[in-house]
T-cell receptor, first 111, second 116 residues
Framework: AQSVTQLGSHVSVSEGALVLLRCNYS??????LFWYVQYPNQGLQLLLK??????LVKGINGFEAEFKKSETSFHLTKPSAHMSDAAEYFC?????????FGGGTRLMVKP | SAVISQKPSRDICQRGTSLTIQCQVD?????MFWYRQQPGQSLTLIAT?????????ESGFVIDKFPISRPNLTFSTLTVSNMSPEDSSIYLC?????????????FGQGTRLTVV
């Protein structure tokens, strides 16, 4: 069985500040890990993914995430938030051809 | 990549009626997935649809309530039957990538359903 926990259903940052969205997972097999973003009234868009290899992965829009096996974490970061980053972010794990999503984190960016 | 067209994009329906959501993919895929996203919630997998066989439903979802069709490798439908206000959600169709991007899932834009 696999599960995903996203700490903080809502995160608020000021424009230009660091963005940190937390994700912890559990999986009985080496997982594939994903971050998806959902803008209002839209479907999900892949931000980045980790499959194998380098544990620090870079995605679109300046986001990156680091896979830490010892901590079973895959936190999403961005050095400087932009107003356009305001959206819902979902961490997901795939450990057998089925995606399991975390509860989501709504990111709010204050001017 | 895969491009998924889902329709309708939104609908408002009377309780007791049924709505069929269509999902069209621009390439042939083995499995198609249907998710539900209730207001303020994450995505929950309803069922997996394979072409030529019955859909596989997750715990808490049944075929009588959410019948699924998968007539070919590029198309699927999900019907929400005998709707109640609790069925108000966003319903999303998804496929896994093929070939070099087979580790990635692609999503339709979703169908926002409101039941009144």
């Amino acid at each position: 069985a696999q599960s995903v926990t996203q700490l903080g259903s809502h995160v608020s940052v000021s424009e230009g500040a660091l963005v940190l969205l937390r994700c912890n997972y559990s999986s009985s097999v080496p997982p594939y890990l994903f971050w998806y973003v959902q803008y209002p009234n839209q479907g999900l868009q892949l931000l980045l993914k980790y499959t194998t290899g380098a544990t620090l992965v870079k995605g679109i829009n300046g986001f990156e995430a680091e896979f830490k096996k010892s901590e079973t974490s895959f936190h999403l970061t961005k050095p400087s938030a932009h107003m356009s980053d305001a959206a819902e972010y979902f961490c997901a794990v795939d450990a057998g051809n089925m995606l399991t999503f975390g509860g989501g984190t709504r990111l709010m960016v204050k001017p | 990549s895969a491009v998924i067209s889902q329709k309708p994009s939104r609908d408002i329906c009377q309780r007791g009626t049924s709505l069929t959501i269509q999902c069209q993919v621009d390439s042939q895929v083995t499995m198609m997935f249907w998710y539900r996203q209730q207001p303020g919630q994450s995505l929950t997998l309803i069922a997996t649809a394979n072409q030529g066989s019955e859909a596989t439903y997750e715990s808490g979802f049944v075929i009588d309530k959410f019948p699924i069709s998968r007539p070919n490798l590029t198309f699927s439908t999900l019907t929400v039957s005998n709707m109640s206000p609790e069925d108000s959600s966003i319903y999303l169709c998804s496929v896994n990538g093929q070939g070099a991007v087979n580790t990635e899932a692609f999503f339709g834009q979703g169908t926002r359903l409101t039941v009144v």
